[in-house]
């Protein structure tokens, strides 16, 4: 084995991969999760998930924990610990309240993810304008890589796409209307 390999195995270095979507207003499938629309967003997540793990050695996820893609996701790696016990699941809370006006069904997930991750990163106790904007900079300075589900309009998710690139991270593009997945 060569030597830096041995080094990097021996240092047990966690790679990583953070998730950045739509916000439920702006993503064509809304709540409706029994709808092709998402139950295609939900097996390319997977698809993904997994590919990342086996292939590329991810074994910490990072979600947002946001309606729709981020509970996707995060559910998604919780399911995938089964198989792969070595994957960790970290939930990043741009503020306290974060889930304080969705409906309770939308809190009672939230909660359920986040009590079911290994770590909680709450990033400040009160909302603030650019909470969210900390929050997407936190996941991605984390991260190795940065899946992205995108519809190509300005937004949240194309202002992560940019941290990204400013920070050299590898990007993985989920278009949200062809689920068509590309590198960028």
């Excluded at 309240?97 to 009672?108: C, G, K, L, S």
């Excluded at 359920?112 to 009160?126: A, P």
């Excluded at 941290?163 to 997945?181: N, Q």
Aim: charged letters at 25%; hydrophobic letters at 40%; proline letters at 2%.
């Amino acid at each position: 084995m060569p030597k830096i390999a041995m080094i990097l195995e021996g240092a047990k270095i966690r790679t990583a991969c953070c998730l950045s979507g739509l916000s439920i207003k702006s993503f064509h499938i809304g709540f409706d999760e029994n709808i092709a629309g998402s139950l295609r967003l939900k097996q390319v997540l997977m698809e993904q998930a997994v590919y990342l793990i086996q292939a590329m050695r991810v074994t910490h996820f990072i979600s947002g924990v946001d309606l729709c893609v981020g509970q996707f996701f995060a559910e998604i790696v919780l399911d995938l610990k089964r198989d792969y016990p070595e994957v960790t699941l970290e939930c990043v809370i741009p503020c306290e309240d974060q889930a304080a006006n969705w409906t309770i069904a939308q809190r009672d997930r939230y909660f359920s993810i986040v009590e079911r991750c290994d770590k909680e990163t709450l990033l400040q106790h009160h909302y603030s304008k650019d909470c969210i904007r900390k929050k997407k900079e936190y996941m991605v300075k984390q991260s190795n890589y940065v899946l992205v589900v995108w519809n190509g309009k300005p937004g949240s998710s194309g202002k992560l796409l940019s941290i990204a690139r400013t920070l050299g991270k590898i990007v993985i593009l989920i278009d949200s209307s062809t689920y068509k997945v590309c590198l960028i």
